[in-house]
């Protein structure tokens, strides 16, 4: 799987949007975007993935750069809940079902 | 909304006693797996479980560890003998397909060794 590289942390103040940057620029065509999060010692939770296309959901917004070699995921109005790591993770299409989680981006949401 | 429930929260035991670690994954879901978290370190992979077989394994997960799903809802790890070094965090998950699908994780479970 490509590797990624984020951030080690980021601040954000509440009610703003958060971007959070992902470089996977040795992301190959077959591999998607994951992004998961994991709220002080809880379970990890999945927030969206993409493979090329920018996605939304009711959680966030994934934009990929055309090249596909970074993306950015976006809290569009940041609340203190969404303190977190932020893990954004490259997987193969036909991969294992295993997630590589590496030491993701520390967000705190500041009042 | 259903979701991947563990148990016990907090286990703790003495080294080279064995324990196992319960987890019921969501109830349609067909892939399962272990990861564990030790204090301020990464989320690693231990192993993934599908149609009652191990389909893939880390280096982690050496002869000590072993899974099983002995009934329809329970899956279980089981280390045989702790060590110091396995007190972690584990996390089940659990999904509906193997690739491209969410996995759901559980509260997870701390392990203390002592």
């Known amino acids: 799987d490509a590797k990624t590289t984020q951030p080690t942390s980021m601040d954000c103040a509440e009610g703003r949007a958060a971007n959070l940057p992902c470089n996977h620029s040795?992301?190959?065509?077959?591999?998607?975007v994951y992004w998961y999060r994991q709220i002080h010692s809880q379970g990890p939770q999945y927030i969206i993935h993409?493979?090329?296309n920018n996605e939304t959901n009711e959680m966030a917004s994934l934009i990929i750069t055309e090249d596909r070699k970074s993306s950015t995921l976006i809290l569009p109005h940041a609340t203190l809940r969404d303190t977190a790591v932020y893990y954004c993770?490259?997987?193969?299409?036909?991969?294992?079902?295993?997630?590589?989680f590496g030491q993701g981006t520390t967000l705190q949401v500041k009042p | 909304e259903p979701e991947v429930t563990q148990t016990p929260s907090h286990q703790v035991t003495q080294m080279g006693q064995e324990v196992i670690l319960r987890c019921v994954p969501i109830?349609?879901?067909?892939?399962f797996y272990w990861y564990r978290q030790i204090l301020g370190q990464k989320v690693e992979f231990l192993v993934s479980?599908?149609?009652?077989?191990?389909?893939?394994k880390s280096e982690i997960f050496d002869d000590q560890f072993s899974v099983e799903r002995p009934d329809g809802s329970n899956f279980t790890l089981k280390i045989r003998s702790t060590k110091l070094e396995d007190s972690a965090m584990y996390f089940c998950?659990?999904?509906?397909?193997?690739?491209?699908?969410?996995?759901?994780f559980g509260p997870g479970t701390r392990l203390t060794v002592l």
């Open positions: 998950a659990s999904s509906v397909r193997e690739v491209f699908s969410e996995q759901f």
């Open positions: 040795t992301i190959s065509g077959n591999e998607y």
């Open positions: 993409g493979l090329k």
């Open positions: 993770i490259v997987r193969v299409r036909g991969n294992t079902g295993k997630l590589i």
């Open positions: 109830s349609n879901h067909l892939y």
């Open positions: 479980f599908y149609n009652n077989e191990i389909s893939e």
